[in-house]
């Protein structure tokens, strides 16, 4: 199985910047999740984008995919101190059904 | 229900002693996956069930921890003469298939201490 890869590992920005935070994996895949965990508990899905798209937006996030370097990125425009958490990726490829995740972006926003 | 449920949300235990954690899927979803959570850590992947196939065991990192689901319900994570090492927080996801296309629904967690 392969394995996402957050960049950078802690991202420190002030109330109303943007966010920007990256993903490389290694293999073929066939979607890419985004999660966002608080204090150490459960996920909370974010977004889903597929092989064939380049781009998503949710509110105030925007996910694009680039397959041919192997990367994603999550944006989260005008940040706001709740956006303070950590942000995993999770890619799949193939018919391997595990899910497999990086150690994730700790983002801090402070107000 | 409406999401994933774990219990308890914190455990406490003695080095030593037996823990078991519970996992409430969302009604109708196959998959049900284990993971864990070292403080700082990304997730480790523990143990996958889908529907009546055989469930891959391969991330349960020693034979002290064992998993079990009844049919596409609930499932429990074992974890035996617990260490030190043991403490984390363990989440259980789930989702209607064993693929990324419906996205994952996690529980909250179960915090567990050895002390």
């Known amino acids: ?111 | 229900g409406a999401g994933v449920s774990q219990s308890p949300s914190n455990k406490v235990t003695e080095k030593g002693k037996d823990v078991e954690l519970r996992c409430d899927p969302i009604s109708g979803h196959t998959a049900l996956y284990w993971y864990r959570q070292r403080l700082g850590q990304g997730l480790e992947f523990l143990i996958y069930f889908q529907g009546n196939s055989a469930p891959d065991k391969s991330g349960l990192p020693s034979d002290r921890f064992s998993a079990e689901r009844t049919g596409e319900s609930v499932s429990t994570l074992t974890i035996q003469r617990t260490q030190q090492e043991d403490s984390a927080v363990y989440l259980c996801a789930s989702s209607l298939a064993g693929t990324g296309n419906y996205g994952y629904t996690f529980g909250s967690g179960t915090r567990l201490t050895v002390v």
Request: net charge positive.
């Open chain 1, 1 to 111: 199985s392969q394995q996402g890869e957050e960049d950078p590992q802690a991202l420190s920005i002030q109330e109303g910047e943007n966010a920007t935070m990256n993903c490389s994996y290694k293999t073929s895949i066939n979607n890419l999740q985004w999660y966002r965990q608080n204090s150490g508990r459960g996920l909370v899905h974010l977004i889903l984008i597929r092989s064939n798209e380049r781009e998503k937006h949710s509110g105030r996030l925007r996910v694009t995919l680039d397959t041919s370097k192997k990367s994603s990125s999550l944006l989260i425009t005008a940040s706001r101190a709740a956006d303070t958490a950590s942000y995993f990726c999770e890619v799949e490829g193939g018919s391997n059904y595990k899910l497999t995740f990086g150690k994730g972006t700790l983002l801090t926003v402070n107000p």
